[in-house]
Nanobody, 115 residues
Framework: QVQIAESGGGLVQPGGTLRLSCVTS????????MAWYRQAPGKQRELVAL???????NYADSVRGRFTISRDSANATMYLQMNSLKPEDTAVYYC?????????WGQGTQVTVSS
C-alpha cells in the first residue's frame, strides 16, 4: 500500500520552475511535520524545507527565497514550488511525513536542471 507519493519532477532549464506534489494516504493520520528532502548523486540526503504542526516553516539556506513549501490539508497534499532553479538543485526529491511515532517516505521524484 503506497502511503506517500510524489510527482511533478522532470527536466527543466536553469532559471525555470517546477512544482512538486506529495499526496498522503488516509491511513496516515494528521501527518506533521511534513518535509521535502533531496539527495544528489554521491551526496547525503538533505533537508530542503519543513512544515511543522505549529505552522513554522524552515528552509535550507540554499533554497530560501526560491522554494516555497505549502500544504492543502483538505486534499492531503503538500507542495514544493521551486523557482529560479539552478543546476545544483538537481537531485531526487523525497517527501517525508511523520505521524505519532512513525515516519513515512515517498519513493522520490527526479528533478534535473540542465540546459
Amino acid at each position: 500500500q503506497v502511503q506517500i507519493a510524489e510527482s511533478g519532477g522532470g527536466l527543466v532549464q536553469p532559471g525555470g520552475t517546477l512544482r512538486l506534489s506529495c499526496v498522503t494516504s488516509s491511513s496516515i493520520f494528521n501527518p506533521y511535520p511534513m518535509a521535502w528532502y533531496r539527495q544528489a548523486p554521491g551526496k547525503q540526503r538533505e533537508l530542503v524545507a519543513l512544515l511543522a504542526d505549529d505552522g513554522t516553516i524552515n528552509y535550507a539556506d540554499s533554497v530560501r527565497g526560491r522554494f516555497t513549501i505549502s500544504r492543502d490539508s483538505a486534499n492531503a497534499t503538500m507542495y514544493l514550488q521551486m523557482n529560479s532553479l539552478k543546476p545544483e538543485d538537481t537531485a531526487v526529491y523525497y517527501c517525508y511525513a511523520a505521524s505519532g511515532a512513525y515516519g513515512y517516505w515517498g519513493q522520490g521524484t527526479q528533478v534535473t536542471v540542465s540546459s
